[in-house]
């Protein structure tokens, strides 16, 4: 991990309102809904990766 996230009671609220939704999705299987997410999240660091290197100009 980079960095350590802190929440404030509202913030977290919505996470836990977020994590329930996305485990009730999964039939209550959490770690199901872990492991999806963790592929999920896995997929959007390689487009952020892709983003974050130089181009080349094109012409």
Do not use: C, W, Y
Not at 5 to 28: C, P
Request: charged share 30%.
């Amino acid at each position: 991990m980079d960095r350590i996230v802190t929440l404030d009671s509202r913030q977290e609220a919505v996470l836990q309102a977020t994590a329930d939704k996305f485990i009730a999705l999964h039939k209550g299987d959490a770690v199901k809904a872990l492991k999806e997410m963790i592929v999920l999240n896995g997929h959007l660091q390689e487009r952020l990766d892709a983003l974050s290197v130089p181009r080349r100009a094109t012409r």
